[in-house]
């Protein structure tokens, strides 16, 4: 089962590409692992080939931009007021360098399965959690109106090969007021990219059960993580959000991680 992290700076890079892309838009979002008792909250602000996240993370706080039109992302630390800039070909290429490890060692795994009985490969890749998605899709259950927090929602559980693996909490699209169009900028990148992109952000998914303000994901039964979109607002924003304010050094990646 694929569990949802914290928003690192890939995570984010892939929001960009795979959250609805409205010109004015923001949301406030609240993650926990309940696992680790950790808890963020990410302030997600949406414009035309734009996205800045701030994000609150124990006593961390950092801004990410993202720039389209520059092809360029932007890391910022406020309180020491110093920024590290990545090109979205760097980025492209560390997935590329990531994936072809992640290839290479999947062709590791099936040379060792090699000699495996089929009984073993099947308990070998069922513990692995290999194409466990790809060959059983997960089965929505729609439940009954829930509220949390400013939503009055519908829970949906989600079902894989019989096992709960997530509850959403969904809010029909058009209370929101997204629509379709608001997603052109996300297929536009998702085709210029080549690469699937979505992250379970399927639009006709969305279309049929509605837009999951509160997810849940469970690991052996119990409750992993909850991500709850504590607000969503259309609203103009500032093209100042999207820039790095006067002040700021630019430093390299390791000098940004040091204190």
């Not at 914290?6 to 929001?15: D, K, N, Q």
């Not at 693996?165 to 608001?182: A, F, G, M, N, R």
Request: glycine fraction near 6%; charged fraction near 25%; aromatic fraction near 10%.
């Amino acid at each position: 089962m694929k569990r949802l992290y914290p928003m690192t700076l890939a995570v984010l890079t892939a929001l960009f590409y795979a959250l609805p892309a409205l010109a004015d838009l923001q949301m406030t979002v609240q993650f926990t692992d309940h696992l680790s008792g950790e808890n963020e909250t990410t302030v997600l602000y949406l414009g035309k080939d734009k996205i800045r996240a701030e994000q609150q993370h124990d006593a961390l706080n950092l801004v990410h931009i993202t720039r389209a039109d520059k092809e360029l992302i932007w890391m910022l630390n406020p309180e020491q007021k110093r920024y590290v800039e990545i090109s979205m070909t760097q980025m492209q290429r560390m997935e590329q360098e990531a994936q072809t490890y992640q290839d290479a060692s999947r062709a590791m795994l099936e040379d060792y399965m090699e000699g495996l009985s089929e009984e073993e490969k099947a308990q070998y890749r069922q513990y692995l959690g290999m194409d466990e998605e790809e060959i059983t899709p997960t089965e929505y259950r729609k439940g009954a109106e829930q509220t949390i927090g400013a939503w009055r929602c519908t829970v949906y559980e989600g079902l894989h090969n019989g096992q709960r693996i997530e509850q959403l909490c969904t809010v029909p699209l058009q209370s929101l007021s997204i629509t379709k169009d608001d997603f052109e900028t996300f297929y536009a990148l998702y085709a210029h990219s080549g690469e699937d992109k979505s992250y379970g952000w399927d639009w006709a998914k969305m279309e049929r059960i509605g837009f999951p303000v509160n997810t849940v994901q469970f690991e052996n039964g119990q409750a992993a993580a909850t991500t709850t979109f504590l607000a969503i607002e259309k609203k103009n924003l500032p093209a100042s959000l999207f820039e790095i304010p006067s002040g700021y050094s630019k430093v390299s990646m390791m000098e940004f991680y040091t204190e």
